[in-house]
């Protein structure tokens, strides 16, 4: 058998991502929190898990596809969707992840778009990227919603609050994902 080399967190595109996404989310894996990362062969986007109501992708089912699949060598898994998500009580959703779990999702649909609509500079919408990103694996460590309007772990439903967050973890929250990697023995993969 082949030797694999383990990786703390898996990326792959779903549907049609810029190689870029998933490049400036590994960086910030990577930076923030010494995590290694491997990008996966991408995924076509699963057509049973689109509401053709509202032409907009199920989070959740998303994830309950990738839970089907199989990624040896990855601890999580984070899904890099090009299609705009929903969860049933929201309009939307940037992304969605089991807490505390293995897999997430994050669309990257809205976050090329201001608020007024007009079309965000790359350097934007790869801010955004890595943010949803650092917020989802904040959950895949079993970390919740933080009340610093600062922090990464701040729930923000909107570009605005998106962008007013600050591209990092409030000294709590990076504390707390400091000792979940610990206690997942995860400190054995930074590299
Ligand atoms: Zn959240
Ligand atoms: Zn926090």
């Given at each position: 058998m082949k030797n694999r080399k383990k990786h703390a967190v898996g990326l792959l595109a779903m549907g049609r991502v810029p190689e870029m996404a998933l490049k400036i989310v590994s960086a910030h894996i990577y930076g923030y929190l010494n995590l290694s990362t491997c990008c996966l062969p991408a995924l076509a986007l699963p057509q049973e898990c689109l509401d053709k109501k509202r032409l907009q992708y199920d989070a959740a089912r998303i994830i309950q596809y990738l839970e089907g699949q199989s990624f040896p060598g990855c601890s999580k898994?984070?899904?890099?969707?090009?299609?705009?998500?929903?969860?049933?009580?929201?309009?939307?959703?940037?992304?969605?992840?089991?807490?505390?779990?293995?897999?997430?999702?994050?669309?990257?649909?809205?976050?090329?778009?201001?608020?007024?609509?007009?079309?965000?500079?790359?350097?934007?919408?790869?801010?955004?990227?890595?943010?949803?990103?650092?917020?989802?694996?904040?959950?895949?460590?079993?970390?919740?919603?933080?009340?610093?309007?600062?922090?990464?772990?701040?729930?923000?439903?909107?570009?605005?609050?998106?962008?007013?967050?600050?591209?990092?973890?409030?000294?709590?929250?990076?504390?707390?994902?400091?000792d979940a990697c610990r206690r997942k023995e995860l400190i054995s993969l930074i590299k």
């Open positions: 898994i984070i899904g890099l969707v090009e299609g705009d998500l929903f969860l049933p009580i929201f309009t939307h959703v940037f992304g969605e992840a089991q807490q505390g779990g293995t897999h997430a999702v994050i669309s990257l649909a809205r976050l090329q778009y201001r608020e007024n609509g007009c079309r965000s500079p790359d350097s934007e919408f790869y801010e955004r990227t890595a943010k949803v990103a650092l917020h989802e694996l904040g959950h895949l460590f079993n970390l919740f919603h933080c009340d610093d309007s600062q922090c990464l772990m701040h729930f923000s439903g909107t570009i605005e609050t998106l962008d007013a967050i600050a591209l990092n973890y409030c000294p709590y929250c990076r504390s707390f994902f400091t």
